[in-house]
């Protein structure tokens, strides 16, 4: 499948997780079917301070097939200057994000604000598209406080964005409700350029409503928590040792981050992964407060040898 000349093998797509789709996690998504994957939001204006933190979101892995980068800021100018940045050259394309709701990024400005102002939305978008010649996208929600998501799409087109990833709520729905497939549905029939369909893709059926809504492409975010073969299982190649997939998330992890840090930041995604087989308890206790990554990774090959075996 192609969309904006980016060829994907597939129409999955991992969505940006800020604080969870880092590296590792990004290349067992793919290692698991995920034709493409973004980086967590990366601020534009820490990119012009040069900062280090936003140097280590930016790392790669050769398993990532297509890899895009997502900005974030509301400064048209800065914006345009951090795709042109070199810690971005391993990405394919730039994606803009108009959908976090996040207090302290719309407070700013950023993120799901722009739905408010989409005049300056949109010099955003035409500022970064005149700065790279890589496909530019914009991830948006289907509004502010009300649906607009007509508008929206054609701020994307007039300025000449080249795909669109709506995810189906607006800024005020934040994460409740369910996804309203309708808002989706409308974006890709009034939309020339490729629509990406995201919300609350969490089994089959919930895939093939959004596919339903004939977009071009299904974005993943939470359903993929914890949960990286969930592609394959979307793709009928379900993932046999799902242990060997966490320990390859570690793996790739601990090439590049000291023990001590990871150590306190897989916390999390050991608890995610130990949430899909229902780990509780005294073990659900142990990897909540890990001091060892062995350890913890002790504990998850017994609850799923034993799940994978019962
Ligand atoms: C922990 C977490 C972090 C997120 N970080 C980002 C982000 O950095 N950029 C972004 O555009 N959306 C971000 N989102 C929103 C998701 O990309 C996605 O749009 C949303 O979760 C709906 O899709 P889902 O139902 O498949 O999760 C985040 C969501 C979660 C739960």
Redesign the pocket.
Known sequence: MNIAGLKLENNLIL???????DVGFRAVCSQCGAAMT?S??LSAQAMAYNSQKTKEMAIVHPSEKIKIA?I?GHDPEIMAQAVQNPVLKDFNGF?I?M??PAPKVVKNGD?SALLKNLSLAGKIVSAVKKATNLPVSV?VRTGFDKVNIAEIIKMCEENGADFV?V?G?TYNQG?SGE?DLEAIALAKSLAKIPVIG?????DEKSFNNMISTKVNAV???????GRPWFFAELLNKPVQDKFKVICEHVEILKKYYPEKWLTLYLRKHFLAYAGQIHVKGEKKRKLATSTSIQESLEILKGEFNHFDIS
């Open positions: 969505a940006p997780l800020a604080g969870v789709s973004y967590e939001m997502q974030f994606d994000n959908g976090c993120g991830k990833t995810h709520r994460f996804v995201n919300g609350d893709v969490v974005m993943i975010g939470r359903g993929a928590i």
